[in-house]
C-alpha cells in the first residue's frame, strides 16, 4: 500500500473543472477521464504464465510441440470472476490452451492480457484507488487549492497525472509520493514531466521483472 497526496491550485473554474473529471462520489477515481476497456473490466483476471503465452503462440503458427507441452496447455485452470456473486463460488474452469487465447485476443483490442496490466500501463499503478480524501484548502472566488489523499496499491499512478496536467495546463499540480521509510518524493507538474515519465518506466519494468 502507498500513501500519495495531490495538490491543486488554479484559478477557481480551472480546479473545479478539473475535481469534477476525477472525483465520483466524494472519492477519487482514475475511471471517469481514463476508463477500463469494457472487456477488461471484470472482478478478478486469471493472470496467464508467460510461457504458456508463448506455447500458445507456437501451436498457432503450426510450430510442433512435445507432449508435456500440450498435456500443460489442456491442463485447467481458473477462469475470470466476472461478476461480485461469483466471487464466493469456486473460479469456473478453463484450459490453459482457452485461457491464453483469451488473453491474446484481448491483448489485441488493448494492448494489455489483463485489467492489472492495462492499469500498470495507462494509469500507472495496477489497481484502482482504495481511499482517498478530498480537502478544499483555500476557496474563494479566484483562487482555489485543493489536496487529495489516497492510497494505491503499489506505485504512484503517474500516467495519470501526467494525463491530467496535459488536460489541464492551467492547474499547478504537485504530487506527493511516500515511499516508506519516511522517505518522500515530490512531482510538479509540468516541471518535472521528464521524471514522472521515467518512473513509469521504472514501474513497468520492475513488474514485469516481478511476472518473471
Not at 473529471?21 to 471517469?32: A, G, H, M, Q, V
Not at 489485441?108 to 485489467?115: I, L, Q, R, S, V
Not at 500507472?124 to 487549492?145: A, C, F, M, Q
Request: a negative charge; hydrophobic letters at 35%.
Amino acid at each position: 500500500m502507498v500513501t500519495n497526496e495531490l495538490y491543486l491550485r488554479g484559478r477557481k473554474k480551472d480546479v473545479d473543472a478539473l475535481l469534477n473529471e476525477i472525483i465520483s462520489d466524494d472519492e477519487l477515481t482514475f475511471d471517469k477521464i481514463m476508463p477500463i476497456p469494457p472487456v477488461l473490466d471484470v472482478v478478478m483476471c486469471t493472470q496467464p504464465n508467460p510461457e504458456d503465452i508463448l506455447l500458445v503462440k507456437k501451436e498457432q503458427n503450426n510450430e510442433c510441440l512435445t507432449s508435456e507441452e500440450k498435456e500443460r496447455l489442456d491442463s485447467e485452470t481458473g477462469d475470470d470472476i466476472t461478476t461480485m456473486e461469483d466471487v464466493m463460488l469456486d473460479a469456473p474452469k478453463i484450459s490453459v490452451r482457452d485461457l491464453c487465447l483469451k488473453r491474446i485476443k484481448r491483448y489485441e483490442k488493448t494492448g494489455a492480457y489483463t485489467w492489472a496490466d492495462w492499469c500498470l500501463i495507462h494509469w500507472g499503478t495496477r489497481k484502482p484507488v482504495y481511499r482517498s480524501n478530498l480537502k478544499i484548502l483555500i476557496d474563494t472566488e479566484v483562487l482555489t487549492t485543493a489536496s487529495i489523499e489516497f492510497d494505491t496499491c503499489d506505485f504512484l499512478p503517474s500516467r495519470f497525472l501526467l494525463c491530467l496536467a496535459k488536460l489541464h495546463p492551467d492547474v499547478l499540480i504537485k504530487a506527493v509520493y511516500d515511499v516508506g521509510g519516511d522517505e518522500e518524493q515530490t512531482f510538479t507538474l509540468p516541471l518535472d514531466t521528464e521524471k514522472l515519465k521515467e518512473m513509469h518506466k521504472k514501474a513497468l519494468n520492475l513488474a514485469k521483472q516481478l511476472q518473471q
